[in-house]
Nanobody, 120 residues
Framework: QVQLVESGGGLVQPGGSLRLSCAAS????????MGWYRQAPGNQRDLVAS???????NYADSVKGRFTISRDNAKNTVYLQMNSLKPEDTAVYYC??????????????WGQGTQVTVSS
C-alpha cells in the first residue's frame, strides 16, 4: 500500500510565498516522475510542474519564473516552492507520483489535495 500525504497549503496575500510538500510512503520500489496539479472551482485539473527521476523539470507557462519544483529522493518527497503568488493561483493543489510498488507494479498515485488561497 502506498500513501501520499500533502502539506503546506493555506491563505496568503498576493505577492507572498508558500511551500507545498508531498511525501510518499509505504511499500515503494522505485519512484519515477513526480508532479503537482491544481484545480480551481469549475475548471479542469491542470499540470503546474513536474520533475523526472533525473530532475528534469517542466512548468506551466503561467508559473514559470515564480514556482520551483524539487524532490528529495531519500525522503520520497516532492516540493513546490511558490513565490510571487497571484489571486489566480488560488486552487486545490494535488501531488501526482508515478511509482512502482513492491509487488504491485507501476501506477499513478494522487495526494488528497491541499487548498491554496491567494487573497488580500
Amino acid at each position: 500500500q502506498v500513501q501520499l500525504v500533502e502539506s503546506g497549503g493555506g491563505l496568503v496575500q498576493p505577492g507572498g510565498s508558500l511551500r507545498l510538500s508531498c511525501a510518499a510512503s509505504g511499500s515503494i520500489f522505485s519512484i519515477y516522475n513526480m508532479g503537482w496539479y491544481r484545480q480551481a472551482p469549475g475548471n479542469q485539473r491542470d499540470l503546474v510542474a513536474s520533475i523526472t527521476s533525473m530532475s528534469s523539470r517542466n512548468y506551466a507557462d503561467s508559473v514559470k519564473g515564480r514556482f520551483t519544483i524539487s524532490r528529495d529522493n531519500a525522503k520520497n518527497t516532492v516540493y513546490l516552492q511558490m513565490n510571487s503568488l497571484k489571486p489566480e493561483d488560488t486552487a486545490v493543489y494535488y501531488c501526482n507520483v508515478d511509482l512502482r510498488g513492491r509487488g504491485t507494479g507501476r501506477n499513478i498515485y494522487w495526494g488528497q489535495g491541499t487548498q491554496v488561497t491567494v487573497s488580500s
